[in-house]
């Protein structure tokens, strides 16, 4: 999708798709016939440049046909760059801009527990994305009101455009920052689904808290030259690189 | 559902009352109008949820809090995330009324509030509360006169400027019946009744409150009620000024504003904010693509205003009748100039 489009953002999409894949084949009551349910699990796709591994995910849900996919970013196409809830179907907010998921997700998660509704909220941020502080405001609004329907993943793999998050502004003691806020906090491997989906299983991690997965996970995950390179941030594979990275995904 | 309580009271006819800030005709705060008709919304339809920063006693939900406690969320001192919050609330089925300051609401949260309502579409009532210059001496941090010029160049984002308690209740009940992102821009300054019993208001449609062909005057909130007391001094000069109340900035009446073009010959404007991108460029730009005549625009001029109480920044800014009556003077030499 990338390479077609001559933009995007490879190496988190890579990072964050095995997040997706456990959230929306293990975890999440979402996609197929639950797309438009009142009661689907809602998820909010905060890092939205990285739009191309959550449209995989989505087309694979049965949330839009997979030819839809070859559109991406094409004039007129319902795949922007980052994505359109009024465009395309299993979106549940426009994001694009950082530090957005997380209010979002935030009033959904209060909106349920308002209404009584028992579906969850699930939101996906990167790490370098913690850097925006609208991210702490509505991390202390989720703990005041107690949202233990709210799970925000964290794709810790610690490599934001061009440098290393802690380089560039440091993020750790992540752990720390939202234990302090008054989340429940769990650590796990971003990339190993049996991990992810039996976590997913067990929330809350605590009645009356928040919880945080933070994901560790590798940037440019499953093609050796894009992993945990900064570069591969916000590059476009060359014909030759798609295809030795594709031959080393299906391997 | 219509919310139809409001108490009725007279139209405010004394010159003074109207000329300046405080005087003989009876003043109304819009905000107990907007509170009360809210609290009786939610009272019929369990979607309607109110979020405020800490602004609880200046968005006067007060009583909204004692009537639906769970329903009043208050996020703290965090605008962005305010934003964010009622975009959320509204994705997962329910109708918020985000209340807060105007100057913040807008200024701290206006990519939030481009991407997560006006983008997104989602059914959030945003309500900028203490809009223009009604901090007057808490000093330029805190006036809203820029709000309107950055909410109305928002596509899907319906943007209301209610004159009087009774076109407040009707935005209110207008912006609820929306499936969409509406801002509705308060202010704290006691106004005039200018609306007779049961004018309609009409969402996108311009009200007239005086007809008249020499020159047309379009204002809103505050300034409606002195452009009538300017048009009621045009008149003794033999002068017949045609007031438009443009309640609605966007959509905007392009049908009101091409007509009063062709009728009147001139048109002048007047609101409670910077005379650049609000009410005034709104109409400018109507009238230069469709029926070219003079314009003069009477709002804040370019600069951060000096400190005082309201009713001086008012008179020290020429958002006053007087500055109207001015300008419809000026305006028509130049009809008459053709220029």
Known sequence: MVHSAKTGHPGGDLSSTDILVSLYFGAMRAGGTWTNAEDRDRFVMSKG??????????????????????????????????????????????????????????????????????WRTFVLTGDGELQEGSNWEAAMTAAHYGLDNLTLIVDRNRIQQGAWTEDTIRLEPLADKWRAFGWAVHEVDGHDHAALVELFHRLPLEPGKPNCVIAHTHKGQGVSFMMDRPEWHHKVPSDTELEAALKELQS | MAPQSAQRHGIGSSAEGVAVVSASAQLFDCRDAFARTL???????????????????????????????????????????????????????????????????????????????????????????????????????????????????????????????????????????????????????????????????????????????????????????????????????????????????????????????????????????????????????????TVPVPVKIVGVPDVFAPTGSTAFLFEHLGL????????????MRRKARKC
């Open chain 2, 320 to 331: 006053t009748a007087a500055a109207i009556h001015d300008a419809a003077i000026a305006v």
């Open chain 2, 39 to 289: 609290e009786e919304a939610a009272a019929a339809d369990a979607r309607i949820v109110a979020v405020v920063n800490d602004s609880l006693g200046s968005s006067k939900m007060g009583g909204f809090r004692k009537l639906y406690p769970r329903r009043l969320v208050n996020v703290g001192i965090a605008e962005q995330n305010m934003v964010g919050v009622g975009c959320g609330l509204a994705n997962g089925g329910l109708i918020p009324f985000v209340c807060g300051a105007a100057c913040f609401l807008t200024g701290r949260a206006m990519e939030q509030v481009k991407v997560d309502l006006a983008y997104s579409k989602s059914n959030v009532k945003l309500c900028g509360m203490s809009g223009g210059m009604a901090y007057g001496p808490l000093g330029p941090t805190h006036h809203s006169i820029e709000d309107l010029a950055w909410t109305r160049v928002l596509p899907n984002l319906t943007v209301i400027v209610p004159a009087d308690p009774y076109e407040t209740e009707q935005a209110l009940g207008a912006a609820l019946e929306l499936d969409g992102p509406v801002y509705l821009r308060l202010s704290r300054m006691g106004v005039p009744n200018v609306h007779g019993e049961g004018q309609a208001f009409r969402l996108g449609r311009a009200t007239k409150l005086r007809e008249g062909r020499d020159v047309t005057l379009i204002a809103n909130g505050t300034l409606v009620c002195r452009a009538l007391e300017a048009a009621r001094q045009l008149e003794q000069e033999g002068i017949a000024a045609r007031v438009l109340n443009m309640a609605t900035l966007r959509p905007l009446d392009e049908e009101a504003i091409t007509a009063a073009a062709q009728e009147t010959g001139c048109i002048v404007t007047a609101e409670e904010h910077s005379i650049h991108g609000g009410l005034g460029g709104a109409v400018a730009e109507v009238v230069t693509a």
């Open chain 1, 49 to 118: 440049h990285c739009s191309g591994a959550f449209y995989a995910t989505l087309a694979q849900a049965g949330c839009f046909p997979a030819e839809w996919l070859d559109s991406y970013m094409q004039p007129m196409s319902m795949l922007n760059g980052h994505p359109d809830r009024n465009k395309l179907p299993g979106v549940e907010a426009n994001t694009g801009p950082l530090g957005h998921g997380m209010p979002i997700a935030t009033g959904m998660a209060l909106a349920a527990k308002i209404s009584g509704a028992a």
